[in-house]
């Protein structure tokens, strides 16, 4: 009888245990899942270096965005003028508002910015902006370099 008792005790258990995975479960996928970037997108940031397949951005673009939640970034090209764009972020996208131009954004261990097109070909690399007044990139004209982030080709 006692063993009954035992076995019937050992099962129930077993089966509860087993009904908990699915709730015990979906907070670990939480976890594993958390898809927000770890750092602040807010300060100035310096286009280092320009990958996928639309390579049409300035280089040495300069992007300050005063808030990690939205507002107003000012984007300028080397020997350009300054130019504002609405911008919003919601989770680990970041949005050009009046353009529609859409990243998702992280950051690298050594604290770069990677900003990953998810509705245009780029992927753009910037580093923490040092202001230097005597430091300038020029373009010359050898490039057609002609757009900045905001902006869709």
Do not use: H
């Amino acid at each position: 009888m006692n063993n009954m008792y035992k076995k019937l005790s050992i099962r129930l258990i077993t089966g509860l245990m087993l009904l908990s995975l699915p709730f015990l479960g979906s907070d670990c996928e939480e976890i594993l899942n958390n898809t927000s970037p770890t750092g602040d997108i807010t300060g100035s940031w310096t286009l280092i270096y320009n990958a996928g397949t639309t390579l049409d951005i300035c280089p040495g673009e300069m992007v300050t965005y005063p808030s990690a939640s939205g507002g107003t970034a000012t984007l300028k090209c080397p020997n350009a003028t300054e130019i504002s764009r609405q911008y919003s972020i919601s989770g680990s996208t970041l949005t050009y508002t009046d353009s529609g131009v859409q990243y998702s954004y992280q950051f690298t261990q050594n604290n770069e910015l990677v900003l990953t097109g998810i509705n245009n070909n780029r992927i753009l690399y910037y580093s923490q902006t040092i202001t230097d007044s005597k430091t300038s990139i020029e373009n010359n004209g050898k490039n057609s370099f002609n757009y900045n982030s905001s902006e869709l080709k």
